[in-house]
């Protein structure tokens, strides 16, 4: 057991020789497996750490004992931590310029005067490791190219809504003879007119508020990439459910009349909602597109973007956030532009896609799982690389020293 531990110790287990699982499965005790895995199937360090149960009980190896199955079972899980906790270390050296051959925990072992036994067998010892390596600093690429792709997603989604909208336009029934449903708000707040312009004006606070954040936070190549990721997927199933059911107007005082006869002229009234972001502040007048709001929906995203990304201690930030997310939400009603149902909708949607993207995002077990990358690819892709929960760190936008070189190498192109 003290060769396997010397032997962990020099050499990254995914570097292992066929003789280095062999003096692994000695000192676990499997040493009758030894000849199976390594002489007859050649399993050096990579393999062995892709072994499951099923390759246990399954040909070509097939033990016959449970108990053996499930003590190498458990070796094995001991072992993956050793192996993640050796990633961690080497990530966190790479980054910080060091490529020491010693790991800080052979070197806690040998400063302590660890057994060698405990080092194998205590789970307790490796648990609280791996928390403490977890500590460490986590490195966070801003991957402009996984930016790129989400802008991409963001700006088809944008088209592709806008489009949908003036088809819902086009569908949206004779208010003469379907009158506004029954509304339980609407029927009894009376109708104001500047209402409308006001929601988004409070959008446009939130949308400046997050823009600041943005702008000083350390990563906001992520945070950036997650508003356009989730802010897309919304606005595309709002696409779906405006198109497969069309509401009567919510308000008598709105005028839907106009109508487009080919598609030339969808395509540009499409471009006109794009370029006016899809505001009557510059000058739009949209019908039909009603299940579910969109005001509501972006309300609530900066609102959930803003108490995410700022610090946790700057209350008032987020009083003011939630206030102008209220507000934006009651002026969006007062204006009868919506039927309460929409807004409802577009409040409980938005916020539980930002809150399951969050919580898949923060938790890295979940990236094992085949379903996630199946239900959730575009998530899989965004979120592979990020080693968890991102932090609330904050710089200048313009970094001083790359300043600083940029016109020392102005001065020297001069000088030359």
């Given at each position: 057991?003290?060769?396997?531990?010397?032997?962990e110790n020099k050499k990254l287990i995914s570097n292992w020789t066929c003789d280095d699982v062999k003096l692994w499965l000695k000192s676990e005790g499997f040493g009758e497996y030894a000849q199976l895995l390594c002489d007859e199937h050649g399993i050096d360090g990579e393999v062995l750490l892709t072994i499951t149960v099923k390759d246990l009980r399954d040909p070509p190896l097939q033990l016959k004992k449970l108990c053996d199955i499930k003590k190498l079972e458990k070796s094995l899980k001991q072992l993956h931590k050793k192996w993640d906790v050796e990633n961690h270390i080497l990530l966190s050296e790479h980054e910080n310029g060091k490529y020491s051959k010693k790991t800080k925990r052979n070197e806690q072992i040998e400063r302590d005067g660890m057994e060698?036994?405990?080092?194998?067998?205590?789970?307790?010892?490796?648990?609280?490791?791996v928390k403490k390596v977890n500590t460490r600093k986590k490195v966070f690429k801003p991957e402009y190219n996984k930016?790129?792709?989400?802008?991409?997603?963001?700006?088809?989604?944008?088209?592709?809504?806008?489009?949908?909208?003036v088809i819902c336009h086009e569908k949206v029934p004779d208010k003469k003879k379907y009158p506004p449903l029954?509304?339980?708000?609407?029927?009894?707040?009376?109708?104001?007119?500047?209402?409308?312009?006001?929601?988004?004006?409070?959008?446009?606070?939130?949308?400046?508020?997050?823009?600041c954040i943005l702008l000083f936070h350390k990563h906001r190549a992520i945070v950036l990439r997650r508003f356009f990721s989730i802010a897309s997927t919304v606005f595309l199933l709002r696409s779906v459910t405006m198109f497969v059911t069309s509401l009567s107007v919510p308000g008598e005082h709105l005028e839907c009349t106009a109508m487009y006869n080919s598609k030339w002229q969808r395509i540009t009234r499409a471009t006109e909602i794009v370029t006016g972001l899809g505001m009557s502040l510059t000058g739009l007048q949209t019908c039909g597109d009603y299940m579910f709001s969109g005001h509501t929906a972006y309300l609530t995203l900066f609102n959930h973007l803003i108490t995410e990304y700022s610090p946790r201690k700057m209350h008032y930030i987020h009083t003011i956030s939630w206030v102008l997310n209220l507000f934006g939400v009651f002026f969006v009603l007062a204006a009868h532009e919506h039927y309460s149902i929409d807004v409802v909708i577009a409040l409980y949607i938005t916020s539980r896609i930002f809150l399951y993207y969050h919580v898949l995002a923060n938790t890295r077990s979940y990236f094992h799982s085949k379903r996630i990358k199946i239900w959730f690819p575009l998530l899989s892709y965004f979120?592979?690389?990020?080693?968890?929960?991102?932090?609330?760190e904050f710089e200048w936008p313009l970094d001083r020293n790359r300043i600083g070189k940029f016109f020392n190498q102005i001065k020297k192109s001069k000088s030359a």
């Open positions: 057991m003290t060769q396997s531990l010397n032997m060698s036994s405990d080092l194998v067998s205590s789970d307790e010892n490796d648990e609280s490791y930016l790129l792709v989400s802008f991409g997603y963001a700006f088809a989604t944008s088209w592709i809504t806008a489009y949908v909208m029954p509304d339980v708000f609407l029927d009894n707040i009376p109708l104001i007119p500047y209402a409308f312009k006001m929601a988004e004006a409070c959008g446009l606070l939130l949308n400046a508020m997050f823009c979120e592979c690389n990020v080693p968890g929960k991102v932090p609330n």
